[in-house]
């Protein structure tokens, strides 16, 4: 029976997970491809490292071309990290003619277009389903079963890592870095966690995706960001109080022009995405034929992930990636669909926290100043001061109806020059 010999570049998370399946599950390997995939040679940077798999004599090596000079591989998963040696090692898999898979998104979100046109230059493919979403397979199910569809909006967890931080302090009220050691420890994390905290992975994530569904080719810098590295667990607590829970969502929402922007957002309670917990992820998608269509699963870890890899070593071994990747708008010629609105005209509800002085008259003007940006107020909480004394610092939480970015920012910062606002506030957008 004829074979198809895989490589692995990068044995550690993801790598390993992928390693497993392909020698522990074999028979349903070749099940689903009609052929054995047997894994060839899988490269690491240290080859005394201990590894959480068996693999079988002369596989494991530090040298990359093991697989670029061995015509047999023709395969290869690239699972490691970062962009600058990952991009490298990417050019020297295509020039040596091998298609590859990736759950690298950081090194596409960076160096698609140059690494999609080398791939298409050289008749080769690149699958990538492992990078978004890990186990989801969001990427197929955007890029072809909905593709009968104007996608019209998408919001998305679209990072474990985050997702796992805030579900531990507002369920278990566990602390902020005792969360992130957890979710490193678990293997959720990237190598250096700041990407996920602070947008930046989610971000990355959703320019994929937005190019993937609306056609927008958007440079991930462009969207505007914010993580859940700032996150005050007292938001938390009044979210909840109000009836939501707080996400790091990824939303693209079209209106003509494109928005799109990364930011923790208090979900009603009862919403599917309100109740995505722990390193789950989950993506809502609404098509014009289609409806509304929900997506949840592990977005991260070892198995999840490795899953999504695998079924792309197994479309690339049978050719099916060959006729999705020539066919695909994903950093292709092809002009952009759409372009990106200007954010600060994007529309929402907000949160609003203030911590002020408990005098007279300071609630008044704080109304008077959102409504001078035509910001309409809501709903107000404010419980009685934390601290008794002259200077004492009340909590003041107003929902708001809808409002512009731009008018929200505005009003935020005239009240945060104000004397009586003894910390910067918080605003949050709202998904109801
Ligand atoms: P990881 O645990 O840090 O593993 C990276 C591996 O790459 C290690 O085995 C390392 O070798 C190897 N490596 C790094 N630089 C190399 C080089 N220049 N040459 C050869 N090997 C090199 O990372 P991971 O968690 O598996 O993640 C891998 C990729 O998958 C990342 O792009 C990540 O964003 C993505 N991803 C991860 C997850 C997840 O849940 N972890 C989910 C989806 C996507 P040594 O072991 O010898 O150091
Ligand atoms: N660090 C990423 C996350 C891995 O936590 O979602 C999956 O891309």
């Known amino acids: 029976m004829e074979k198809t010999k895989v490589g692995i570049v990068g044995l550690g998370n993801v790598g390993s997970g992928v390693a497993r399946l392909l020698t522990e599950q074999s028979a349903r390997m070749t099940r689903h491809a009609g052929q054995p995939l047997e894994l060839a040679k899988a490269v690491v940077r240290d080859l005394d490292k201990p590894r959480d798999v068996t693999l079988g004599p002369n596989v494991l090596t530090n040298d990359l071309k ?12 690239q699972l490691i990290g970062g962009t600058e040696a990952a991009r490298q090692v990417m050019l020297e898999l295509l020039e ?16 698609g277009p140059e690494l999609f046109d080398r791939a298409r230059a050289l008749n080769r493919s690149i ?6 979403c890990g186990g989801i397979p969001i990427i197929t199910n955007i890029g072809q079963c909905l593709s009968a569809n104007q996608i019209t909006s998408l919001s998305g967890i679209l990072n474990g890592t985050s997702n796992f931080i805030v579900s531990r302090m507002e369920q278990e009220g566990a602390d902020y870095p005792a969360a992130v050691a957890e979710a490193q420890r678990l293997g959720f994390a990237e190598a250096d966690p700041t990407m996920d905290v602070d947008g930046t992975d989610a971000a990355q994530k959703l320019s994929i995706l937005a190019h993937l569904a609306f056609g927008a080719r958007v440079d991930w810098h462009e969207i505007p960001r914010i993580g859940i590295d700032t996150l005050d667990a007292a938001d938390l607590r009044y979210a909840r109080e109000l009836g939501y829970r707080v996400k790091l969502l990824a939303i693209a929402k079209l209106n003509g022009e494109l ?20 390193a789950y992820n989950a993506v809502t998608v609404v098509g014009d034929a289609v409806g509304n269509v929900f997506f949840h699963g592990l977005g991260a870890g070892q198995m999840p992930t490795a899953s999504a890899v695998v079924s792309d ?6 050719g099916r990636t060959r006729i999705t990747f ?3 708008e994903l950093w292709s010629g092809r002009p952009p669909r759409v372009t990106l609105g200007d954010h600060a005209q994007a529309r929402g509800r907000y949160y609003l926290r203030f911590t002020i002085r408990d005098s007279p008259g300071v609630l008044g003007d704080i109304a008077g100043v959102l409504g001078g940006y035509d910001i309409s107020i809501a709903s107000v909480i404010q419980h009685e001061p934390e601290v008794q004394g002259e200077d004492e610092l009340v909590p003041l939480v107003i929902m708001t109806h809808l409002a512009s970015e731009g008018a929200a920012q505005s009003a935020i910062e005239e009240i945060d020059g104000r004397d009586y606002t003894l910390q910067p506030s918080v605003r949050m957008r709202v998904l109801d």
């Open 66 to 77: 093991e697989i670029t000079e061995d015509p047999e591989i023709r395969v290869v998963a």
């Open 96 to 111: 040596s003619g091998k298609d590859i898979v990736t759950a690298n998104k950081a090194l596409l979100a960076e160096h």
């Open 127 to 132: 699958a990538f389903e492992a990078s978004v």
């Open 259 to 278: 928005e799109l922007h990364v930011s923790p957002t208090l979900v009603r309670a009862g919403r599917p995405l309100a109740e995505v917990r722990e």
């Open 313 to 318: 070593l197994i479309d690339t071994a049978v």
């Open 326 to 328: 020539r066919t695909l």
